[in-house]
């Protein structure tokens, strides 16, 4: 936790919560679905689910993201829009701030910060985080979502594994697969992770409707 302090600077927002817990409890209401019934889709208690809806508790990346296609959103739709006194008065409105843009908190420390001033229901555009020893899922447990990936480290080493296949990525280090391949990201190393992060098409996945994700750890 020192570690990702000291590097996040004076616009750490790190350990808050995340946030998400009343877009994910609106919209599993909408479609009427129980708690309990949304925590045997998903694999996690529904203690868990009544803990992240109320935002007392930073889901993994691999339980939102299993969350989130069973109730067929997008990352867009989770991240919300931005309250009228963050928005960035300056010309035609395109410019994102550091201290303004959204932020998601995720267990460990995982941080993922949208770099597009609006919602953009096609492209993901992260600036993510991972600090000394966090992963986006269980070794025995990867992810798999719709659409493709690109990513580009700035700082320290990602591990990536994608199918059997596992890199190490370090500064100026880039990578693009499709995450319909079972994939997991994790911090390599003493020094937090710091990457750009993309992800095109995810609103496609067809289980965004049918089965969640295969990874449901957390």
Not at 19 to 43: C, F, M, N, P, T
Not at 133 to 160: K, N, Q
Request: glycine share 10%; hydrophobic share 35%.
């Amino acid at each position: 936790m020192s570690d990702l302090a000291r590097t996040a600077g004076p616009l750490d927002r790190s350990f808050e919560a995340s946030k998400v817990g009343s877009r994910l409890r609106a919209e599993r209401e909408r479609r009427g679905i129980g708690l309990r019934e949304l925590a045997r889709r998903v694999g996690v208690s529904p203690s868990l689910v009544s803990q992240i809806e109320l935002d007392r508790v930073n889901p993994s990346v691999s339980t939102l993201y299993a969350i989130v296609t069973e109730l067929g959103m997008t990352m867009s739709d989770v991240f919300g829009e931005q309250p009228e006194e963050r928005v960035v008065q300056r010309g035609d409105g395109l410019a994102e701030r550091p201290d303004t843009r959204p932020v998601i908190n995720l267990a460990s420390g995982v941080r993922w910060e949208r770099l597009t001033h609006d919602r953009d229901p096609d492209v993901e555009f992260l600036y993510v985080v991972y600090p000394v020893g966090a992963a986006s899922c269980p070794e025995d447990a990867l992810m798999t979502h719709g659409g493709r990936e690109y990513g580009y480290v700035t700082s320290g080493t990602l591990g990536v594994q994608v199918g059997f296949e596992v890199y190490q990525l370090g500064p100026g280090g880039s990578i693009a697969f499709d995450s319909s391949s079972p994939h997991r990201l994790w911090s390599i190393g003493d020094e937090p992770v710091h990457a750009i992060w993309v992800v095109i098409g995810r609103e496609a996945d067809p289980r965004t409707t049918t089965s969640p994700p295969r990874a449901v750890a957390d």
